[in-house]
């Protein structure tokens, strides 16, 4: 069978399995977790990209995960983890939980933008989580930014949030960027470790601009 082929039929089970949000008038996924939705502004923005550095291994991206999967589950819609080093644990989440998590295992950053170009197209899930906290940099060197361009002009057509997770900042097109910041010790388990996670806005504005010569690429 011919990729494109095996691509349509993807595409259909996907529509399928994970039918189309509604468009509505909101413009942010509210997560219900307020270390997040609190500097930001009430959750995150739809039709855009969200950049979240975690600058540390540890920083807490795991903890983070879960969270958003865990509201997925309250607020029944559909989440999507790329995960772009096969490396998530789902140990801990429950039946229901696990029940709307649509997970993409990935084994280099390339395959993982690449699965993120396809499930955006469709707009299938509210939320598409992207994991690149575990690549090793010199992957990156293989994507160009027109390629994160190329996402937020798809995503531009969705109600979907796309949150991308990564080591340093490098999503050009990103509409929001953030810093994840924690300071773990002992005590942590002696309390909700949820509420270490303190979020940061590094950068934010209105639009994601794009230049000339990146559109010309594009186009």
Known sequence: MAASAKILDLRKLLAERF????????TRLITGLSFLDEPIGGGL???????????????????????????????????????????????GLDNPSLRHLLWLRCNKAYETIKTADLLLRDGNFPLV??????????????????????????????PTACLVLTRY????????????????????????VFSRLRIVVKRSHPQSEISSEVRAQLE
């Open 129 to 158: 989580i992207v994991d690149l906290v575990l690549n090793a940099p010199k992957e990156f060197g293989k994507i160009p930014q027109t390629n994160w361009y190329r996402l937020q002009r798809l995503i531009e057509m969705v």
């Open 45 to 91: 923005a739809q039709g855009a990209i969200t950049e979240l550095i975690s600058p540390q291994t540890s920083a807490g991206s795991a903890l983070l995960i879960h969270a958003l999967i865990h509201s997925a589950c309250r607020n029944n819609y559909f989440v999507a983890l790329i995960d772009g080093r096969d490396s998530f644990d789902p140990y």
């Open 19 to 26: 039918p189309h949000p509604s468009l509505t008038a909101a």
């Open 169 to 192: 900042e490098m999503v050009g097109s990103a509409q929001l960027k953030l810093v994840l910041e924690n300071s773990w010790d002992l005590k942590i388990f002696e309390q909700d």
